[in-house]
């Protein structure tokens, strides 16, 4: 990587209260490259993409999207730099009173000013890809199977053909076959529109298909990181127990018998 | 444990929150106050304060408005002072009841569901989507909200005015024997503008107390239906208490001083 990174985060310090979520966490993802973080339940992953998208402030470090300085950025320009991206909600997050093409064309409508009917299109064609059909359109989000409303937050993600994506956990809660169709959409985002992923998963099969760059959170720090073909293979006692999903190994569960 | 440090503890906690209770407003009137504007939210929260709060505040207009000249009748009959009943009421219900009252009915009716709508945003990470999809909350939820209360209320309150009045009529001339046509003349003589404007100015000052405490207490909303219960219960509690102390401090400032 010659040129500046997509994004660059550097020394990210997170805490709430006394609970230490992000130590000092480095990372760099790449131009038109996708990077998934993976890491065990309640390491912080989700805490560092909202780091990134500007929804919770980090205590200390810097993070440069375009080699911009984004940490302590004015809500105006936050405004400008939040238009390059698409984001995947771990729960969804629809817009309960809109519709759900509505809540496609949201990003369309409000930030690009794309004019109603053709943001309704647009959605529907989106809603196509993630393989929900036209009448699904009219309906509320209250409507929708956990699974579906997971869909739909993809169509909106990507709606906007935003450089940068963020997914959190979009195979989660998925049947194996849609989980494959969503993976081929993923992947598609990133060598058609040239955009850059950032994804977290657990999904091992789901990681492999759409990672070029694997990157592993434990402790608040990424404690590997490397092309998604050494994963097996990678000496990193961590990355081996977590792919493996062993019960023994360096990582202890907080559970008690 | 050091009893200064609790002490401390709590002074500052109560400071931050003072501090973040402020700055939420002074956001909240910039973003009323700068375009763009969503013409079709405020409609629709107009709507909703205005149109959809106007039997409940109609009706406790029209109770209020009959048990004041019952109340005035036995009370003033004691001194022979009856005739004042029209004028009783158009003053009491323009100058306090029609706006304390309306106040009171729709913090407990729009105070309680924005904060409910807005909590529950925020608790399922819906505020969040806003912004990444580069929508400031203030200006798509905020403002709209508070401009429709701060509209919404004085024409509430004006309709209320009249119910309570024509409330007092019919005890007054159904129920007490009075000449409807010396009710009416009795109730328009010693109306004055600046009692209905005070009480249209005191239902705007509501309307937005309203309005901001139901987005204040939703937008800070945190840790589930739990929270959220939380939120609408501290956004009636509050709107209600600052709606009386801001009915007494406007009473003293166009009434103070006469
Ligand atoms: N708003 C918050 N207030 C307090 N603590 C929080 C908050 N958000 C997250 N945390 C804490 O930060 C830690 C990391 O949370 P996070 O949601 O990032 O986990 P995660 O890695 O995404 O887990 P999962 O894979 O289960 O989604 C958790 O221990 C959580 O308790
Ligand atoms: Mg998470």
Known sequence: MADTPKIAIRGLVKSFGPKKVLRGLDLDVGIAESLVVIGGSGTGKSVLLKCVLGLIEPDAGSIKIDG?????????????????????????????????????????????????GEAKARAIANLAQVGLPPEVAELQPAELSGGMKKRVSLARAIATKPEIIFFDEPTTGLDPIMSAVIDGLISSCVHDLGATALSITHDMASARRIAHRVAMLHDGKIIWNGPVGQIDHCGNPFVEQFINGRAEGPIQMQVRA | MNPLAAIGRVFLHFL??????????????????????????????????GYFSLPVVGMTALFTGMVLALQSYTGFARFNAESAIATVVVLSITRELG??????????????????????????????ALQTLSTNPFKYLVAPRLLAGLTMLPLLVLIADIIGVFGGYLVGVYNLGFNPTTFLRQTRDYLEFIDVFSGLVKASVFGFIIALMGCYHGYYSEGGAQGV???????VVSASILILLCNYVITGFFFGTK
């Open chain 1, 68 to 116: 911009e300085e984004v940490v302590g950025m004015r809500t105006r320009d936050r405004e400008r730099v939040n238009r390059k991206f698409g984001m995947l909600f771990q729960g969804a997050a629809l817009f309960d009173s809109l519709t759900v093409w509505e809540n496609v064309a949201f990003g369309l409508m409000r930030a690009q000013g794309v004019p109603r």
């Open chain 2, 16 to 49: 931050t929150g003072a501090g973040r209770f402020a700055i939420f407003a002074g956001r909240g009137v910039i973003h009323c106050l700068t375009p763009p504007w969503y013409p079709s939210l405020i409609g629709r929260q107009m709507l909703n304060i």
């Open chain 2, 229 to 235: 219960g939380r939120a609408t219960t501290n956004a």
């Open chain 2, 99 to 128: 706006p304390v009252i309306a106040g009171l009915m729709v913090a407990g009716r729009i105070g309680a569901s924005m904060a409910a709508e807005i909590g529950t945003m925020r608790v399922t990470e819906q505020i969040d």
